[in-house]
């Protein structure tokens, strides 16, 4: 039965890191189009997550969890907007490192992992439930 909860756990910590994750992408989303407010600022940088396994001493198990929070590297594309005030002296803004296709496709593969881990905490109860019954 120990292996069931150990099981519970670790989905849950998945569940954990991909909710964080799903509002990383949501912020980058929001951001998408904000731009700088004077000359020689820089826009909305996206922001990246990562994770990395932890051993919790205490359960004996590998959980998922946040390594850090940073941002892309990608580079600012430019456009010509002499009226804004950011515009440099040439007339060009710059644009936030945001690809909305990019953070659609990311916001998918972390429901998806959602789910997963969803399913799988499903499934421990069932068998729990299960082992409860026979138990009985």
């Known amino acids: 039965m120990g292996e069931l909860i150990n099981t519970m756990k670790i989905a849950s910590a998945g569940m954990r890191v991909q909710g964080k994750r799903l509002r990383i992408i949501a912020e980058n989303l929001a951001n998408a189009s904000s731009l700088a407010r004077e000359p020689g600022k820089l826009p909305y940088r996206r922001k990246v997550i990562t994770f990395k ?23 600012f594309s430019k456009k010509f907007d002499p009226s804004h005030p950011a515009a440099d ?32 905490i499903k499934a421990s109860k069932a068998m729990l439930k299960s082992t409860l019954d026979i138990l009985r």
């Open 53 to 75: 396994t932890q051993l919790d001493r205490k359960l004996g198990i590998d959980l998922v969890t946040i390594n850090k929070i940073g941002y892309g590297r990608g580079e």
């Open 89 to 120: 002296a040439d007339g060009y803004v710059l644009l936030p490192n945001v690809n909305p296709l990019i953070e659609m496709m990311d916001m998918r593969e972390a429901q998806r992992s959602y789910e997963a881990n969803v399913a799988a």
